[in-house]
């Protein structure tokens, strides 16, 4: 069983920038594919973000490409969201998950274990 705890939400004004952080425990960190996704309140969880098991391969929301970057230290069992130039529409609660068979994952069904959510604010 692996625990993810995500950290470094926090609010910010257009424009800025924030580095979210996913702890993992276990060392089969790095047999995982690791996502973000993010969630608002009365909306369906949707993807932000995916690292392949590796670090080779990543993909991005069309919202965010350019602007995200997903990144993993498969030594430190931690994954990084770097955002910038933040917008008021990434206000969400950011979460990252980890998937144990498929190397690389998109969708939400095949994501095997979640962390608990960090809050991002973006103000006007």
């Known amino acids: 069983h692996v625990q993810l705890q995500a950290c470094g939400g926090g609010s910010v004004q257009a424009g800025g920038s924030l580095r979210l952080s996913c702890a993992a425990s276990?060392?089969?960190?790095?047999?995982?594919?690791m996502g973000w996704f993010r969630q608002v309140s009365g909306k369906e969880r949707e993807f932000v973000a995916a690292?392949?098991?590796?670090?080779?391969?990543?993909d991005y929301a069309e919202d965010v490409r350019g602007r995200f970057t997903i990144s993993r230290d498969n030594v430190g069992n931690t994954i990084y969201l770097q955002m910038n130039r933040l917008k008021v529409e990434d206000t969400a609660i950011y979460y990252c998950?980890?998937?144990?068979?498929?190397?690389?994952?998109?969708?939400?069904?095949?994501?095997?274990?979640w962390g608990q959510g960090t809050q991002v604010t973006v103000s006007s």
């Open positions: 690292i392949s098991r590796g670090g080779s391969t990543s």
């Open positions: 276990g060392r089969a960190f790095g047999t995982y594919a």
């Open positions: 998950a980890a998937e144990r068979t498929l190397g690389f994952a998109t969708r939400m069904a095949e994501y095997d274990y």
